[in-house]
């Protein structure tokens, strides 16, 4: 988790002079003129269940918004893709995997740190004005595959791994936006790098729940994806821009 986020901000840092003109002139602009935005994106996801060990994996991200003010966003976001997780050769198992399949659907606000520090001349400043914070809450459809060479525990299976189709989730959104205008000559596309962690309501987002010493337990599970992509504003509001 810790490499994901420094990854996150060198990203940020290094399109912040990009961004330093146009994300103050523009985001006015936008405001005036754009609607509704569409966003797509592709990127890495891991959970954190009850093995210990964790895989990061393809995750796809789907979104649209709706612009209510200038910096407030509400929309609905699916994510699909896969999350892995094993565990490591110990005395009770060995070759211990887990892969689950997973739909989620969330709707979930947003709001631009940019109104925070008024569009600010420096380059931290800029930075944090084009980035944005949200959360929201959703439900995930998980189809799970439990695989091991070896298992000490009796009935494991029957006693530890379920299936849970579907189950609801907390997310929070931490995400930057840059307008492309320089790259396509239009402002209705942004470069958009999202980080999206959910904690969910289930012990089975893995396919297991293992409470006896044989694991550490004491959270439910829970899973990120870290995503890049675009943003394309739709609907204009004020046709003389």
């Known amino acids: 988790m810790k490499s994901k986020v420094v990854i996150l901000l060198v990203i940020i840092c290094s399109f912040c002079k990009i ?21 797509v994106g592709i990127g890495l996801a891991t959970m954190w269940g009850d093995l210990n060990q964790h895989t990061l994996s393809p995750g796809f991200r789907l979104g649209i918004g709706r612009h209510i003010t200038k ?20 005395s009770w198992s060995r070759g211990l995997k887990t892969t689950a399949t997973y739909q989620a659907i969330d709707i979930n606000g947003k709001t ?5 520090f008024q569009y600010t001349e420096s380059t931290i400043g800029k930075a944090l004005s084009a980035m944005y914070i949200g959360l929201g809450v959703g ?3 998980v189809k799970t ?7 000490k525990v009796p009935n494991f299976k029957q006693r530890y791994v379920q299936d849970h189709d ?21 402002k209705s596309t942004q470069l958009m790098i999202n980080y999206n962690n959910n904690y969910t309501f289930s012990d089975y987002l ?24 675009f943003s394309f504003l739709l609907t204009k509001r004020n046709t003389e821009l």
């Open 112 to 116: 631009s740190l940019g109104q925070l």
């Open 19 to 39: 961004s330093t003109a146009q994300v103050r002139d523009e985001a006015a602009e936008n405001f005036k003129s754009d609607k509704y935005s569409l966003g």
């Open 206 to 229: 893995d396919g297991i729940n293992i409470s006896s010493a044989t694991a550490i337990n004491k959270y439910k599970d829970v899973y990120s994806v870290l995503t890049i992509g």
């Open 166 to 186: 579907f189950q609801p989730f907390l997310s929070l959104n931490i995400g930057f936006r840059v307008h492309m205008k320089k790259f396509f000559g239009t």
């Open 71 to 90: 910096s407030l966003i509400v929309g609905f976001e699916s994510y699909f893709g896969q999350l892995q997780s094993s565990e490591a050769t110990n």
């Open 139 to 141: 439900m995930i459809n």
């Open 145 to 151: 595959d439990v695989q091991y060479e070896y298992i």
